[in-house]
Structure formats: C-alpha cells, structure tokens
C-alpha cells in the first residue's frame, strides 16, 4: 500500500488535469443540446363505491389496458387537431399553422403514461373492494398513473399536458357510459328476442299435449320391469349353457383319455407287435439254451412265454379272416365307464341345445321390450324434444333477465357517478429546470472519462519509469544483496520518517540500520 500511495503522490497531477478538463468539458457539452422541458400530472382512479357484490362493474377489462386504450383514443391526429386548435396557436408558441402538425408527431413521440400505485387515504376510505390493508397502516393501495409530456418550451408542455390529462379524464368518462348504455341495450333486445321464443315454445308444447292426450308415454315403468325380470331369466340361462359347456368339455376330456389308455391295452393283440415280441423270447431262449441246460427255470418260463405268445398271435390271425366278427366283439368288449361317459355326453348336448333354445325366445323378446323402452312411440321422443327445448328458452330467458337487470343497475350507477371514477391528484405543473440535458450527469460523465483516463495515463508512466527509489527497488534491479545504507544529505525540506532494514557489513554480519532514503 506504501507502493501505491506514492505512486498516487507522484502522479497527482495526470490524475488531476484529465478529471477536471473532462469534467469542464462534459459540462460544456451538456449546452450544445437544446433544453427540454416535461410537465407531469397524476391521475387516482377512485373504487366503485357500491360492493361488487350488489353491482357488477361495467368494465372489467384491465386497468393497464384501458389506459393504453384511452391513450391510444386520444393521440389519434383526429383528436389532438381540435383539441390544438382550441389552445390557441398562439398559446403554444407556434410561428406558422404549419406547425401543428409536427407538434401532433411530437405529441404522439413524447407522451408517456406510466401506471403507479399510490397511497391516497382520502380516496381510500370511499373506495370499496380494493386490496387489504397491511398490518399497521391506515391507508389503502389506490391505483393510478402518470402523464408526462416533454417539449422544448416549459409553458408549452404545461399546457399540453394539462390538455392531454383532461382528455383522458373525459374519454374516460365518455368511454364507460357508452359502455353502459350500450350494454345496457344489446341485453334489453336479447331479452325481447328470448321472450318472443319462449312464447312460441309454450304455444308448441301446449298444443302437443292437447293434440295426443292419453298418448303420451306411461307404459315406460311397467316396460322396464318386465325388461328386467327377462334379463334376469337370460342370464340365468346363460349360466346353465356356460355350465353344460364346461361339464361336456371337461367330459370328452375324460372320454378322450379313457379310450386312449382302453386302445393301449388292445394293442397288445396287434400281429405286428406280437411277432416282435415272439422274436424276441426267442431270441433270449437261444442265448439261454447256450449258457443253461433245459431244466434250468429262466429256460423252461421262457418257453412257456414262447408257446404264450404264438397261441396269442394264432387267435389273432384267426380274427383277421373274419373282421365283422371282431368290431363286434371289441365293441362289446368297451369298458362300461367309457359308455357311461358317452352316455353323460349326450344328456350334455341336451341341455346345450334346450339352453340354447330358451336363449334365443329371450333375446328375441328382449329385443322387443328394448325396442318398446328406448324407441317407443315417435309421440315420446317430439315431447322430449318440446319439452327440452322449452326449458332451455326459459333458462335462457332467467339469465338475460338478470343480465338486464344488472345492466341497468350499472348505468344507473354510472350516471351517479358512483362507479370507478378517475381522479385529478396533481395538476400539470410549469418546468423550472429542464429535464434534458441534465447538466451535472453530465459533468459527472465528464469527470469519470477523465479520471479513467488520467489513471490509464498514470499506469503506462509508472511502467515506462525505470527510476530507483527505495533499497528493494535498488535490490531487485542489481540482483544483489545491500551491504550498507547511507542516510539522506538532503534539506529538512526532503527528510522522510526514518525507517529500519536489515543490511550486512564487510565481514559479512546481518547488522540493523535506519535510514531516510536511498
């Protein structure tokens, strides 16, 4: 910090001479630009002062909204030409009638309406419906907006602007009872054009029920009734279908796997298996006859399985010569559990096809019943057609009626005044100062630009300077170490606060010194 303070002493003066001439300059600059001049009025919008609850308001749209609405209402050149005219041209500082038209162009760039929020207390009490108040305070959010207007001479913008704000005031004032009255009359010729409707629907209606007295639909209960009890009965036999299905299923499974493992045991008689198998045994009683002596039991049983199977394969050959006789004793020969089964089978099947039967009368009535209910007679439908219609005409009529009346309400209310209501808080004010060019910003700017460029200045001097002022920079240029420090010969006029470093002497000892500079 030391470094830098002396480096802010020596370069002092390039500091100090950009800044000023910088800031005498940015504020000689600031009268090159021609003075302009804004006036500002502030406009409060007063609540509705009946609950919205009692009376709905007549404009609902948004308060950002309708004042851009209303500005752009008033900058439009057809309004602002009259509204010149009737200041005067001479009020306005205006040298040729040429004029007006710029100042129209001007009047449209310059205007501005900002939206505020303020705190009106006077404004808050007679204003209902607006936000809660924060714990501690007795004033209300009142909203509101700002219109300023700038030009180049400060009478001309007062008057412009206080023109400008009392045009808003009354467009505003004009716009809502228009909104009014024309609500007010588009609901009172709906409600004529529903009233004439309903009319006609009630003429229709009592001349269909005069038309078909004792025709009109009273069977409908008694239909349903009847309908259910058959649905009742249609499911009952579905079930019974459903059940005689899966126990016939599951029966031919079983019959399918009786007489599969019944086949197996007949094919024991099969020629083709039996000669195999007479093959076989003896096959086995050669192989026996070598090892074995006749007496021996594996070769006497094998034998006699040997004369077993060539009586068997015998009688079957036999069968074959007369086939007829054979189907008629396998058939007879069927196992009684198989018959029994075929015979469950075919009690199924009955009660399929009897189910079946009993299903379809069902539907076919069913259907009847549901052709009674849903497309009786054409009589029940036209009614309930009259009948629906006529509701929803009257309905209708209930709901313009109350739109009506709340309508009227509303324009009652409005021609009080004592609906939402904009309120004049400050008038148009006479400039005393210009709003552009603001001098001291200016010389503010000025001085900044100096400053930066004094320090930039300043920084490349101090780099481009390669003077030797204190023993650190004396050692960091020699890359040596000091051995001695001399003190300053100076007048009193130079002499600094004396200071301690640490040198060597010629033997080389780390000795103490104090000294005033280098």
Same mark, same amino acid.
Request: glycine letters at 4%; proline letters at 5%.
């Given at each position: 910090?030391?470094?830098?303070?002396?480096?802010?002493?020596?370069?002092?003066?390039?500091?100090?001479?950009?800044?000023?001439?910088?800031?005498?300059?940015?504020?000689?600059?600031?009268?090159?630009?021609?003075?302009?001049?804004?006036?500002?009025?502030?406009?409060?919008?007063?609540?509705?002062?009946?609950?919205?609850?009692?009376?709905?308001?007549?404009?609902?749209?948004?308060?950002?909204?309708?004042?851009?609405?209303?500005?752009?209402?008033?900058?439009?050149?057809?309004?602002?030409?009259?509204?010149?005219?009737?200041?005067?041209?001479?009020?306005?500082?205006?040298?040729?009638?040429?004029?007006?038209?710029?100042?129209?162009?001007?009047? /449209? /760039?310059?205007?501005?309406?900002?939206?505020?929020?303020?705190?009106?207390?006077?404004?808050?009490?007679?204003?209902? &419906?607006?936000?809660?108040?924060?714990?501690?305070?007795?004033?209300?959010?009142?909203? &509101?907006?700002?219109?300023?207007?700038?030009?180049?001479?400060?009478?001309?913008?007062?008057?412009?602007?206080?023109?400008?704000?009392?045009?808003?005031?009354?467009?505003?004032?004009?716009?809502?009872?228009?909104?009014?009255?024309?609500?007010?009359?588009?609901?009172?010729?709906?409600?004529?054009?529903?009233?004439?409707?309903? =009319?006609?629907?009630?003429?229709?209606?009592?001349?269909?029920?005069?038309?078909?007295?004792?025709?009109?639909?009273? =069977?409908?209960?008694?239909?349903?009734?009847?309908?259910?009890?058959?649905?009742?009965?249609?499911?009952?036999?579905?079930?019974?279908?459903?059940?005689?299905?899966?126990?016939?299923?599951?029966?031919?499974?079983?019959?399918?796997?009786?007489?599969?493992?019944?086949?197996?045991?007949?094919?024991?008689?099969?020629?083709?298996?039996?000669?195999?198998?007479?093959?076989?045994?003896?096959?086995?009683?050669?192989?026996?006859?070598?090892?074995?002596?006749?007496?021996?039991?594996?070769?006497?049983?094998?034998?006699? =399985?040997?004369?077993?199977?060539?009586?068997?394969?015998?009688?079957?050959?036999?069968?074959?010569?007369?086939?007829?006789?054979?189907?008629?004793?396998?058939?007879?020969?069927?196992?009684?559990?198989?018959?029994?089964?075929?015979?469950?089978?075919?009690?199924?099947?009955?009660?399929?096809?009897?189910?079946?039967?009993?299903?379809?009368?069902? /539907?076919?009535?069913?259907?009847?019943?549901?052709?009674?209910?849903?497309?009786?007679?054409?009589?029940?439908? /036209?009614?309930?057609?009259?009948?629906?219609?006529?509701?929803?005409?009257?309905?209708?009529?209930?709901?313009?009626?109350?739109?009506?009346?709340?309508?009227?309400?509303?324009?009652?209310?409005?021609?009080?005044?004592? &609906?939402?209501?904009?309120?004049?808080?400050?008038?148009?004010?006479?400039?005393?100062?210009?709003?552009?060019?603001?001098?001291?910003?200016?010389?503010?700017?000025?001085?900044?630009? &100096?400053?930066?460029?004094?320090?930039?200045?300043?920084?490349?001097?101090?780099?481009?300077?390669?003077?030797?002022?204190?023993?650190?920079?004396?050692?960091?240029?020699?890359?040596?170490?000091?051995?001695?420090?001399?003190?300053?010969?100076?007048?009193?006029?130079?002499?600094?606060?004396?200071?301690?470093?640490?040198?060597?002497?010629?033997?080389?000892?780390?000795?103490?010194?104090?000294?005033?500079?280098?």
């Amino acid at each position: 910090m030391e470094d830098y303070v002396a480096m802010l002493k020596r370069r002092a003066r390039v500091l100090a001479i950009p800044t000023v001439l910088a800031f005498v300059g940015g504020y000689m600059v600031s009268h090159a630009f021609p003075a302009k001049y804004t006036s500002s009025s502030t406009v409060l919008v007063e609540g509705q002062k009946v609950p919205d609850s009692y009376v709905p308001p007549v404009i609902t749209a948004d308060f950002t909204e309708r004042v851009q609405s209303l500005q752009e209402q008033i900058l439009s050149p057809s309004r602002l030409r009259p509204a010149l005219e009737n200041l005067g041209l001479e009020a306005l500082h205006a040298d040729k009638p040429g004029q007006e038209a710029s100042l129209v162009s001007q009047i /449209q /760039q310059t205007m501005q309406v900002t939206p505020v929020i303020t705190s009106m207390s006077a404004v808050a009490d007679q204003s209902a &419906g607006v936000k809660k108040r924060k714990p501690g305070s007795t004033d209300e959010p009142v909203p &509101g907006f700002n219109l300023s207007y700038t030009d180049s001479k400060p009478d001309r913008a007062q008057k412009v602007c206080a023109m400008l704000t009392s045009m808003i005031l009354d467009e505003n004032l004009r716009s809502r009872s228009d909104a009014a009255k024309s609500t007010t009359d588009f609901l009172g010729r709906q409600v004529d054009e529903a009233k004439r409707a309903l =009319d006609e629907q009630d003429a229709k209606l009592a001349a269909f029920k005069k038309q078909y007295f004792g025709q009109l639909p009273s =069977d409908v209960e008694n239909n349903l009734r009847i309908l259910a009890s058959m649905n009742t009965q249609l499911d009952a036999s579905t079930q019974t279908l459903g059940r005689a299905q899966q126990d016939k299923a599951y029966t031919e499974s079983l019959l399918a796997q009786q007489t599969a493992a019944w086949k197996s045991s007949l094919s024991s008689t099969n020629p083709q298996t039996l000669q195999q198998e007479l093959t076989q045994l003896q096959g086995q009683l050669m192989q026996l006859q070598a090892r074995y002596t006749d007496d021996h039991p594996d070769v006497i049983k094998t034998k006699a =399985d040997i004369a077993e199977v060539q009586k068997k394969l015998k009688e079957v050959n036999n069968a074959t010569a007369d086939p007829s006789d054979s189907t008629e004793k396998a058939s007879a020969a069927e196992p009684p559990e198989i018959r029994q089964m075929r015979l469950q089978i075919h009690q199924y099947q009955s009660v399929i096809e009897q189910a079946t039967l009993d299903q379809k009368r069902l /539907q076919q009535q069913i259907g009847v019943y549901e052709s009674r209910t849903a497309m009786s007679p054409s009589v029940e439908e /036209q009614y309930k057609l009259l009948t629906r219609d006529n509701d929803n005409a009257q309905a209708f009529y209930q709901s313009l009626l109350a739109k009506k009346s709340a309508a009227d309400l509303g324009q009652n209310m409005e021609t009080d005044q004592q &609906g939402e209501q904009m309120q004049l808080a400050t008038s148009a004010g006479l400039p005393e100062k210009p709003s552009f060019p603001v001098r001291p910003l200016f010389a503010a700017a000025g001085a900044a630009v &100096g400053l930066a460029l004094g320090l930039m200045i300043a920084v490349i001097l101090e780099f481009s300077d390669k003077s030797i002022r204190t023993e650190k920079d004396a050692a960091a240029v020699t890359e040596l170490p000091l051995l001695i420090s001399l003190p300053w010969v100076g007048g009193e006029e130079d002499e600094v606060e004396p200071r301690r470093f640490w040198g060597r002497n010629g033997r080389g000892d780390s000795v103490e010194h104090e000294h005033v500079g280098v």
